[in-house]
């Protein structure tokens, strides 16, 4: 499992390497951070020396891998000057928060829903669940969040309908219940469907049939036989399921006013903030590689096999 574990993460640093490398070569074919009516050419050369822009490729390259070792993403140069870092560290943690709250709520929801829609294929609860299935693919996350605000924020009045950061850190993640709320519906909705097909085809087959026949007990075949094989395909779908998660966290944290990545995002956007731009694309490909790793990692415990396959020795 070890040898397993430590080439997943062999794989993971390669990579981060070459999304760091792609994202520095495209800050190359970026206009000049000081390229200003007020500024001419002359200034803009003479603010390019004082800053380094002017230094050879390679030595401003491995400058920024130094630096993104020491977690800086460097500095955002032109009418304002912003620490990269320091003005992404609060966002991220909320955008990160949320996006990864509402993945483990989705999964382990719907997994839940399809385990359940499987063993009662047919009847009431299988045919309901598959309602809700239906339903949380096809309502888009901004309206649901609508509905959710209004129902159970400023109706109901259960939940906060804005996020608030003056709560402390368990009151902060208590306004941010129905902006994961939101999130998760349409992960809990994908992973039922594919829990629930994935089971019902493992439950017919003729291993299944084969170990029930021995007097195994019911639950020893589900737990110890179907639930396993059928979790690797739903695990599958998890790693891009996130992906969705965080680009729809842009317009739900605009929505619910949660100061995560996604306001920055498009507050750097209209302005013209490049490295800021560059430096949020990193941030959600590092936790997406992350996420996949665990993933990776998931795999290999719930199934053996593919640890054999995937490079791990007898001993």
């Known amino acids: 499992m070890k040898k397993f574990i430590f080439k997943r993460i062999g794989f993971l640093f390669i990579s981060i390497w070459v999304v760091i490398t792609i994202t520095f070569v495209l800050t190359e074919f970026l206009p000049s951070p000081f390229l200003s009516e ?13 800053y380094g822009f002017d230094k050879p490729f390679l030595s401003r390259y491995f400058s920024y891998l130094f630096n993104l070792l020491k977690f800086d993403l460097g500095t955002q140069y032109g009418k304002a000057t912003y ?4 003005y992404l560290i609060k966002p991220m943690k909320v955008t990160v928060v949320m996006g990864l709250l509402a993945l483990l709520l989705g999964s382990v929801v719907g997994i839940a829903l399809g385990t359940l829609a499987a063993i009662y294929h047919g009847r ?4 309901f669940s ?5 339903i949380g693919v096809s309502i888009p996350s901004f309206v649901l969040a609508g ?22 850190f368990i009151g902060g993640l208590f306004t941010l219940i129905l902006p994961i709320v939101s ?35 019911s639950r020893k075949v589900m737990l110890g036989y179907a639930f396993r094989n059928a979790l690797i395909p739903v695990i599958t779908i998890i790693g891009p399921l996130f992906i969705v998660v965080l680009s729809g966290s842009t317009v739900i944290e605009q929505y619910f006013q949660a100061p995560g990545l996604a306001a920055i995002l498009v507050y750097a956007t209209k302005n013209g903030l490049s490295y800021i731009v560059m430096g949020i694309a990193i941030i959600y490909s590092l936790t ?28």
């Open 38 to 50: 007020k500024c001419t050419e002359i200034c803009v050369a003479e603010q390019e020396h004082i």
């Open 83 to 86: 620490d990269i870092t320091k």
């Open 124 to 127: 009431w609860l299988d045919k």
């Open 130 to 134: 598959t309602v809700i299935g239906v």
């Open 147 to 168: 509905l959710l605000q209004k129902t159970f924020g400023y109706d109901l009045e259960w939940f906060p309908p804005l996020y608030s950061a003056d709560e402390g």
């Open 183 to 217: 999130l998760s519906v349409f992960i809990m909705a994908s992973t039922m469907r594919y829990m629930r097909s994935e089971l019902i085809e493992v439950l017919s087959a003729d291993y299944i049939l084969l170990a029930k026949s021995t007097g195994l007990s």
């Open 288 to 315: 997406f590689m992350v996420v996949m790793l665990i993933i990776d990692i998931l795999y290999g415990v719930i199934d053996p096999r593919i640890r054999v396959a995937g490079g791990e020795d007898n001993g």
